[in-house]
Structures are given as structure tokens and as C-alpha cells.
């Protein structure tokens, strides 16, 4: 049997953490005040559906326990209990399968005190099924419970949360989960090292379950568990793999790192993977240049970072892992990220501040020395004291930066319109003026498409994001000539308004 199903808690004192919810269930069952509905809520693997299972068997535990020796308690832990009924929302989220319920909760238990109905990822359901469900929460029949676990309660209507009790699951800490696994090591009787067992519970991100299946994955070899073994799962690299793309990036040192980044795409390393631990080592840097961290490995390289330059570099990986979803080159924006972080290297500090005319070294931080002719009175009633204010990036810089970056905003247009990517590689920029992207199209048909408010909507929100601020966008007839096989490239989608745009113009 598996390790997560193997190990599954049984009772609630077996939960690691959680435990005010703990608390408040035992307590009202106790005395005898359970809700009729409960909504357990919180991020994968914390717990919620063995909760849920532990809940069914206190009710219907034949000495009042949970036992696990009684036969419902042993039916519950199997699976065979027919009082306790599990649904998956995601796959039964219709209102039919609602109806369906609300007919059977009529009949009463075979064996047990009361049926209980445990829905999982209740938020996945429709919004007639919601409806259909309502009633039946508000008023159920007293032999019946229901248990509505999410993982994003807020998609459940307000409606649905008014008739249940809620109870926050929070995700478990990485203390936990070593905790919960060394006690599994220990039954299995496995070696494995410490640093291996640190990773994996990263890697676990909050879940006891996605623990207990990196163990168990890495428990089939039957040798000792290293840390290279979990490192080899996640194609991540190593740890010092993100040590050494950083000092690259400290020293600005371009070539090496973008040489380094094309080692680890050869290596067969997840890029993806690799960000997030290279983001996890940023994060222990800040807590080490704040003092609420010590890593000998790391002091090297918080000496040559400031805190500035490693939220800059932050914010450059977190916008590489987004682009990743939609570049068709992998590498790229990691490429781009350690470009833009290696060239905030190559400026010092102190090189960054507007130079000081030559004569005025002295004047800093005085008084600034006045050359004007002071024998003679000056009127000062039109003089206006305004602070400096850099000069706006101007329409020329602007279509400059378009053009470089029209590559990347086709590749993101792209997953979302295939048929506005097609229209707009046979378009053509003119001009950027007055916040307008202008754009030459050679047939009325393209203007049309692209000046549609799905199609516009969309090259407008991704202008924005490239130059940092709103843009809109504008088309004009040209006469460049389009070749036929041009026009084969368009693709259409069923759903698409291009095909209302050309039925108008083929039927007219």
C-alpha cells in the first residue's frame, strides 16, 4: 500500500498541527453538539478529507470513539462503509448529480447512526448545482452530515457559507512535516540523510501527503536516501547550482551566467524548478542581511548583494517563471532575467548619482553657490520652485521599445488568440502618438478583426504591461500587397468573432 494511504491519521489526536479545529470538534462532540454541515477549507495535503473520514467515524463509532476496532470503524478506514459516501466535485458537478444526492439522502443509514456525505472540491460545482444544494443544507434530514471540502472557499456562494460552520486548515510548517516523516522513516525502518529529508519537506510545500509520495518514490530504490536522490526527482539542481548563478550575477558577470543557464537546459534541469530554489535562496540572503538568519554557506555571497539588489533580482525571477507559460523558448526569459540583473551589477552604487559639474565638488551637502550678479536687485515674483522630476520616456523611445519587444508580445497574444497573433505578424508598425500604437493592416478585413473589442482588449492589456503604462491602439489601411498563403495562416476558432466578421463580408 502506498505511504499517504498507509499512514493516513486515524484519529484526531494523529493530526500534526491543526489544532484549534481539533479542539472545537472534540469538544462538540463531546457534548453533543455537532453542526449538521461543516466546510473545511485550506491548501492541498493539510489534512481536510481525514479530518473529514475521523469526523464520520466519531459519530458512527459503535463505543463512541473513534475505536478502529469496531466494525464501522474498520469499514470507514477501508472504504466499504456505505453510510459514508465521498464525491468528487470536479467530476460530479452538475445539477443532475445534485438531484441525484438530494433523492438518496432521503433513505435512512443501513448500519450506522448517520450517513455521511463528504463532498471534495465543493467549489468546482456549477452554479444551478449550488442552487440545487442549498435547500438541502439549510434543512437536511437528521440522520444525514455533510462535509464540503475546498481548496478555494472563495468561489463557494456567500449563500452556501451562511449555512455552514468553516474551519480554516492551515498549510503545514516544514517542522511539521519532518516531524511526520521521521516517524515514518522509523516504522519503515529507512535511511536517509538529513539534508534529504530538509528538501523534501520543502519541496512538499505545505502538504503531508506530497511528502509521503516523495518518500515513498524515493523509499522503492531500497538504498540509503541522498540528497542527490531528491534533487534527481525535481530536476531542480543542486542548491549550489542557485549559489553559483548568483555570484555570476554579483560579479556581472554576463557571458558566464547565460553560459551557466544553457548547462542547466543540457543537464535536463526544470528551469521552473530551478527558479523557485534560486528564489528560495534569495529569500534566506534577505533574512541573513537582516539578522534573523544564519547559513555559512551563504555569507559569501550576502557580502557582495545589498538588500536593493536582491529584491531587483527577486522581482526579475518572478517575472521569468510567469513569461515561462508563454514563450515557446524555454530558456528565455531566465536568459532575459540574468541580463537585466547582471547589468544592475555592472554600475556601482556610488557611479549611479548624477555626476557633479566640475568646480561645485566642494558645494555638496552646502549651500548651493549662487554665480548670478548680486549687486544688482532681481525680481523674483515669476521665479517658481519646482522639484525635479524626470523627463517622461518620449514616443520615440517608446516604438523603440515596442519593436525590440514585438517579438515577446506575439508569443503572449499568441496562447490566448492564435488568430490575432496571425493577423498582427501581417501588420505593420508605424507610429506611437498620444499613448496610440498605430499599426498599417492592408484589407479592411484586418482592421476590423483587430479593432474588435476582444481582440483590442487583449494588445492593449499586454502594451500596458511592456512599457509600464496604458496604450491604446489604433489601425490604418495600407497598400502593402498580402500574398494568399499569408492569409492561410490565420486560424479559426469556432468561437471566435472572425467567424461572425467573414460570414458578413462572404454573405453581403
Excluded at 454541515?37 to 495535503?45: I, S
Excluded at 551637502?365 to 519646482?386: A, H, M, Y
Excluded at 518620449?394 to 506575439?410: F, G, R, T, V
Aim: aromatic share 4%; with cysteine.
Amino acid at each position: 500500500m502506498v505511504y499517504y494511504r498507509k499512514y493516513r491519521p486515524q484519529t484526531l489526536d494523529e493530526i500534526i498541527g491543526q489544532e484549534h479545529i481539533k479542539n472545537a470538534l472534540k469538544k462538540a462532540h463531546e457534548s453533543n453538539r455537532l453542526s449538521h454541515a461543516y466546510l473545511f477549507a485550506g491548501p492541498k495535503g493539510s489534512g481536510k478529507t481525514s479530518t473529514a473520514r475521523i469526523l464520520a467515524k466519531m459519530i458512527n463509532c459503535e463505543v463512541g470513539g473513534p475505536c478502529n476496532k469496531c466494525s464501522t470503524c474498520l469499514s470507514i478506514t477501508d472504504g466499504s462503509n456505505l453510510d459514508l459516501i465521498e464525491i468528487d466535485a470536479a467530476s460530479n458537478r452538475g445539477i443532475d448529480d445534485i438531484r441525484e444526492l438530494r433523492e438518496k439522502i432521503k433513505l435512512a443509514p443501513t448500519s450506522s447512526k448517520k450517513k455521511v456525505y463528504i463532498i471534495d472540491e465543493v467549489h468546482m460545482l456549477t452554479t444551478e448545482a449550488f442552487n440545487a444544494l442549498l435547500k438541502t443544507l439549510e434543512e437536511p434530514p437528521s440522520h444525514v452530515l455533510f462535509i464540503l471540502a475546498t481548496t478555494d472557499p472563495h468561489k463557494i456562494p456567500q449563500t452556501i457559507l451562511s449555512r455552514v460552520q468553516r474551519f480554516d486548515f492551515q498549510a503545514a510548517k516544514e517542522e511539521e512535516i519532518i516531524e511526520y516523516l521521521k516517524n515514518v522513516i522509523k516504522i519503515e525502518k529507512l535511511k536517509i540523510s538529513d539534508e534529504a529529508l530538509n528538501l523534501i519537506a520543502k519541496k512538499s510545500e505545505g502538504s503531508f501527503r506530497d511528502g509521503l509520495k516523495i518518500l515513498d518514490q524515493l523509499a522503492s530504490s531500497g538504498n540509503e536516501i541522498t540528497l542527490e536522490d531528491v534533487e534527481n526527482i525535481y530536476k531542480s539542481g543542486k542548491s549550489e547550482d542557485s549559489i553559483k548563478l548568483l555570484n555570476f550575477i554579483a560579479d556581472a558577470d554576463t557571458k558566464s551566467a547565460l553560459e551557466f543557464v544553457t548547462e542547466l537546459s543540457e543537464r535536463g534541469i526544470s528551469l521552473k524548478e530551478f527558479i523557485n530554489q534560486t528564489l528560495h535562496t534569495l529569500r534566506l540572503l534577505l533574512l541573513i542581511k537582516h539578522d534573523t538568519k544564519k547559513d555559512e554557506s551563504l555569507s559569501g555571497l550576502s557580502q557582495k548583494l545589498s538588500s536593493p539588489q536582491i529584491v531587483k533580482i527577486v522581482n526579475s525571477l518572478g517575472i521569468a517563471l510567469e513569461k515561462m507559460k508563454f514563450v515557446s523558448i524555454p530558456t528565455l526569459p531566465l536568459e532575459i532575467a540574468v541580463v537585466e540583473s547582471c547589468q544592475e551589477q555592472e554600475v556601482p552604487r556610488g557611479e549611479r548619482v548624477s555626476q557633479v559639474p566640475q568646480g561645485e565638488e566642494n558645494n555638496i551637502g552646502n549651500k548651493p553657490r549662487d554665480t548670478r550678479d548680486t549687486s544688482k536687485p532681481r525680481d523674483t515674483s515669476n521665479e517658481l520652485i519646482s522639484p525635479a522630476i524626470p523627463a517622461p520616456i518620449s514616443d520615440a523611445q517608446e516604438i523603440i521599445i515596442i519593436k525590440d519587444k514585438w517579438a515577446y508580445i506575439l508569443e503572449t497574444i499568441k496562447p490566448y488568440n492564435f488568430s490575432l497573433e496571425a493577423l498582427l505578424k501581417q501588420s505593420k508598425i508605424v507610429s506611437f502618438e498620444s499613448e496610440t500604437l498605430i499599426l498599417e493592416v492592408p484589407y479592411s478585413f484586418h482592421k476590423r478583426i483587430l479593432e474588435a473589442p476582444k481582440s483590442r482588449e487583449l494588445l492593449e492589456s499586454v502594451l500596458a504591461e511592456v512599457l509600464g503604462k496604458s496604450a491604446k491602439v489604433s489601425t490604418v489601411l495600407g497598400t502593402r500587397p498580402v500574398r494568399v498563403e499569408e492569409l492561410a495562416n490565420v486560424e479559426v476558432a469556432a468561437d471566435d468573432e472572425i467567424i461572425k466578421i467573414a460570414s458578413e463580408i462572404f454573405n453581403s
